[in-house]
C-alpha cells in the first residue's frame, strides 16, 4: 500500500515538474517586458550630445506601485479578424480585463486604450461603453493595433496587453498588413504636446525573441534585435524592451523616428517598423501631466488617476491657540 501511494506521489510530482517546464517554455519565446515592478533603470544607458535618459519622475515611481497590480488583457471584439466591411464608416468595440478604463474627471488623466489605425496618430479611449467610430476610411485593408496604457501613457507590456486585427473595406489590398511572422514595431510616445521634462520614449513589441536567446539561436536574424531612435537627426541605439525618460529636447518642435533592426543594425522590413512623429515641447505648462513630471503634483494628490475609488485626504488643520489674558499682578 506505502508502495503504491509513494509511485502516486511521484507520478504527481513529475507531471507538477513537466507542466512547470512547458509553462516556461512556451512563455519564453517572445520578448516581455524587461522592466522590474515599480523600478527604473538604475545606471542610465543613453547619454549623447544632446539627450540623456534620467529617471522617472518621482510621482510616477510612486504610481507605478498601483498601476502593476494590473495585467490588463485587451481584446478586439468588431471588426473581426479578416472580416470585409461593406461601409467605410467603422465601429469598434474593446474588451479588457483586469484593468480599469476611466478618465479623472478633475485632473484628465487615467488608465486607457491606445488605438492605432494603420500608422496613424493614437486615439486614447477612456470609456469602453462607448464604441470608436471611424470615419471615411479609403477603401482596402486596415490595421487595428491596441494597447492597455498608464495614466501617462506607458503602455503595459504584459502578455495580453496587445491586441491586433486586420480588417478590410469594401475590397482588400496590399497595403497596412503587417507579416505575422516578422517582428513588428508599434511606436507609442513621444507623440502631441508637451510641457515639462523628462519626456517619456516608449514603444511596443510583437513577435520579437528575448535576448536571452540570442546564443541559442545564432541562426535567427532577429534574435539580437535592437530599435534604433532617431531624435533631431541624433541617433542612439536601444536594446532592451522598456519604458525610457529623456531630456534635451528643444523648445518648440521636434521630430522622433524609431526603427525595429536586425541583428546586423539593418531595418526589418515590415508594415509600421519605421515610424515618424513630430513633438512640440512648450516648457512650463500647465497641464496634469507636466505639473507631475516636475514635481508640482505628488503621488498622494493625483491617486485618483490610478485609483477610481481614491479619495483625496482633507489637509488637516491644527487649531488655532485661543490666547489667553496674563493676569496682572498688582
Not at 504610481?63 to 488583457?73: A, C, E, G, K, M
Not at 531612435?229 to 523616428?257: H, M
Not at 515590415?270 to 514635481?295: A, H, M
Amino acid at each position: 500500500m506505502n508502495s503504491r501511494r509513494t509511485t502516486a506521489v511521484t507520478l504527481l510530482k513529475l507531471l507538477i515538474a513537466l507542466v512547470l517546464i512547458l509553462s516556461l517554455t512556451s512563455c519564453g519565446e517572445k520578448a516581455v517586458s524587461q522592466e522590474p515592478s515599480a523600478s527604473f533603470q538604475q545606471n542610465p544607458e543613453i547619454s549623447t550630445k544632446q539627450f540623456s535618459e534620467v529617471a522617472p519622475p518621482i510621482t510616477v515611481q510612486e504610481l507605478r506601485q498601483t498601476t502593476d497590480l494590473y495585467r490588463p488583457q485587451v481584446s478586439i471584439l468588431s471588426p473581426k479578424s479578416e472580416e470585409i466591411l461593406q461601409d467605410n464608416t467603422v465601429t469598434v468595440r474593446f474588451q479588457v480585463k483586469d484593468l480599469p478604463i476611466y478618465k479623472d474627471s478633475k485632473l484628465n488623466l487615467g488608465p486607457h486604450l491606445q488605438v492605432i489605425l494603420d500608422n496613424q496618430p493614437d486615439i486614447e479611449v477612456y470609456d469602453l461603453n462607448q464604441p470608436l467610430v471611424l470615419s471615411n476610411l479609403p477603401p482596402g485593408t486596415h490595421t487595428l493595433r491596441v494597447f492597455a496604457s498608464r495614466p501617462w501613457h506607458e503602455s503595459y507590456k504584459n502578455e495580453g496587453a496587445y491586441a491586433q486585427t486586420t480588417f478590410h473595406v469594401f475590397t482588400k489590398s496590399d497595403s497596412n498588413k503587417p507579416d505575422p511572422v516578422l517582428p513588428l514595431l508599434t511606436y507609442n510616445r513621444p507623440d502631441g504636446k508637451y510641457g515639462a521634462e523628462p519626456i517619456l520614449l516608449d514603444f511596443y513589441l510583437t513577435n520579437a525573441p528575448l535576448h536571452l536567446l540570442a546564443k541559442d539561436n545564432p541562426d535567427n536574424p532577429f534574435a539580437d534585435w535592437r530599435i534604433r531612435c532617431t531624435i533631431n537627426g541624433e541617433s542612439f541605439v536601444l536594446d532592451r524592451w522598456q519604458a525610457v525618460y529623456l531630456k534635451g529636447f528643444k523648445p518648440g518642435k521636434n521630430w522622433v523616428k524609431l526603427e525595429f533592426l536586425d541583428n546586423q543594425g539593418s531595418p526589418v522590413k515590415n508594415e509600421f517598423n519605421s515610424t515618424v512623429r513630430l513633438i512640440t515641447y512648450e516648457p512650463k505648462g500647465k497641464d496634469t501631466l507636466s505639473r507631475i513630471v516636475r514635481g508640482e503634483l505628488s503621488a498622494d494628490q493625483v491617486r485618483s488617476i490610478v485609483d477610481p475609488n481614491y479619495t483625496t485626504k482633507p489637509p488637516t488643520v491644527e487649531p488655532t491657540p485661543i490666547p489667553t489674558a496674563t493676569p496682572t499682578v498688582e
